[in-house]
Every structure is written in structure tokens, then in C-alpha cells.
């Protein structure tokens, strides 16, 4: 890794986005810590001076190419052609598929598949004549299995999987790598600020309702019991962006790693009936009866 090599990170305002360009900051990198509301900005300054790290914020909403462009000719006046490229920024949904509007399905997608494909379209043309770099795109454990309530979210999240797989067999012989970083539960502000729960979820007459309320309510359980840290997916990402021969795939948490795992070496029939068929259990089940 070249000294002070410059480094993007989409979505900072809050959560892995913002912990992640803190960390890299604090380990030599040239970080651009970019926000889609400017508003966020002095929030993100104030943290990096509580931290003691020096990091530069611009604007860039990953749905907007005009953002995108306006982002990265700055970046590339100042810096040159980037080292590293994180993809963070994303939203999540919430929701059975019959309670999600085609609205909320294509918004999903505007960012985390659309958004994420075309920050990278526009850097890697400079990364590539370069002959260096690293795109690490955020993913989640949910890219690799899914949950209830969580169809649209982990299809874009398997969509990203694909992708940067195809990527980096299409890079690497450029010098670059596309890596993944498979997070599990970590308790952020992706849990009550930007939950991002679809809107006729809520609806009581729904049919899924009540089974997505105890999905939910055991969500909120995990989320309460895990202890990863988005300190770890930093620290990740700093291993993908640094290690001579990194892998394809980095996935963190120890709930994430035991779910990866048991379903790598489990036959397919025993995975789904211990995986899944607890998850159904858990929410099918009288609640009355579960406490008693």
C-alpha cells in the first residue's frame, strides 16, 4: 500500500460508514468520508476530532451520477486515481414482499446494487490505469443467507455477492482486487433511526403481520446479544485494503462466521430444517405458550 494512499468511503454519516473512515484515518490512510445529506457534515467533522484523526467529508448520494461525477472529479483533482474504494452506502428494507410497495423494492435497489455499481464504474477506469487498488464493497451475512422479512434486502445483498465476485476475476489481472466484507448483527443506528421497515408492514389486518412482529422481536433479541462491533468491520476492511494476498471474502462476527459455516459443511436438507426451520418455529409458535 503506497503511503498515504487516498481512500473512499460512501455512506459516513453514521454507523460502519463513519467507524470505518475514522479507523482508516487513524492508520495512514488519505480518507474522503462521503455523506449524501451535507447537512451531516460538522456531526462527521466533530468525530473525527474527538478522535484525533483528520479525514476530508464530501457530498455524494450514490443514486445521483451528477453527485458521483461532481465527487469524484474533486477527489481525482486532489489525490489522483484512488487505492481504495469502499462501497458502504446502503438502506435496508424491512418486510414481507406482499407488505412492500414497488417503490420502496426499486429504492432498495437504486442503492445498493445501482448506486454501488456506478461509484465503482466511475473510479475504476483511473484505479485500473493505475495499475493498483482495492474495492471493497460491505455486503452482510444476509448476502449469503437469507431471513424472513428480509427478501428485497438480501436479494440486493446477493446481488452485490455475485458482482464483485465477477468483478474481481475481472480486475485482477490489472493489479486491482474487489473484496467483499460479510458483517453479521451489529447493533447501529441500522436499528432504530434507519431501521427502514416498509410501510404496510405495520398494518395489523396485513397477513404477515403478526409473524413479521415476532420475526422483528427476534431480531431485536440477536441484535442485543451480539457482540460484534462495528469497530471489527473496520478492521476488515483495513486487512482488505492492506493485505499482500487478500481474500475474496472477509466475513465478521462469530454469529456470521458459525451461520457461513454451518452451511457450508451441513448437507442442504439438515442446514434448512436446523437453520430455518428454528427461525419458523420461533415465529410460528403461540407466544403465550413459548413464555410459559
Excluded at 28 to 55: K, M, N, W
Excluded at 170 to 190: H, Q, Y
Amino acid at each position: 500500500m503506497p503511503s498515504g494512499a487516498a481512500v473512499l468511503v460512501t455512506g459516513c454519516s453514521t454507523g460502519l460508514g463513519l467507524e470505518t473512515a475514522l479507523y482508516l484515518a487513524g492508520h495512514g490512510f488519505q480518507v474522503y468520508a462521503t455523506i449524501r445529506d451535507p447537512r451531516g457534515e460538522a456531526a462527521v467533522c466533530q468525530a473525527a476530532a474527538e478522535r484525533g484523526v483528520s479525514l476530508t467529508v464530501l457530498p455524494l448520494d450514490v443514486t445521483d451520477r451528477a453527485s458521483i461525477e461532481a465527487a469524484a472529479a474533486e477527489v481525482e483533482a486532489r489525490s489522483g486515481p484512488l487505492y481504495g474504494l469502499v462501497n458502504n452506502a446502503g438502506i435496508g428494507l424491512r418486510g414481507c414482499l406482499e407488505d412492500l410497495t414497488e417503490e420502496e423494492i426499486r429504492t432498495v435497489f437504486e442503492a445498493n446494487v445501482f448506486g454501488t455499481i456506478n461509484v465503482t464504474k466511475r473510479f475504476l477506469p483511473a484505479m485500473r490505469q493505475a495499475g493498483r487498488g482495492r474495492i471493497v464493497t460491505i455486503s452482510s451475512v444476509g448476502g449469503r443467507i437469507s431471513s424472513f422479512g428480509l427478501s428485497i434486502y438480501c436479494a440486493s445483498k446477493f446481488t452485490q455477492e455475485g458482482w464483485s465476485e465477477a468483478l474481481d476475476l475481472e480486475v485482477s489481472p490489472f493489479g486491482l482486487r474487489a473484496i467483499l466484507v460479510e458483517p453479521g448483527i451489529i447493533n447501529t443506528s441500522r436499528w432504530n433511526v434507519h431501521r427502514g421497515t416498509a410501510r404496510n408492514a405495520g398494518d395489523p389486518n396485513g397477513p404477515y403481520y403478526d409473524l413479521f412482529q415476532r420475526s422483528e422481536a427476534e431480531a431485536d433479541r440477536i441484535v442485543e446479544r451480539s457482540k460484534t462491533r462495528p469497530v471489527q468491520v473496520a478492521q476488515a476492511v483495513h486487512t482488505a485494503l492492506t493485505a499482500e494476498r487478500p481474500r475474496m471474502r472477509y466475513v465478521v462476527g462469530r454469529g456470521a462466521n458459525a451461520a457461513i459455516l454451518l452451511k457450508r459443511y451441513l448437507p442442504e436438507p439438515v442446514f434448512e430444517r436446523v437453520y430455518f426451520g428454528s427461525l419458523l418455529r420461533k415465529i410460528t409458535s403461540d407466544p403465550a405458550s413459548r413464555d410459559g
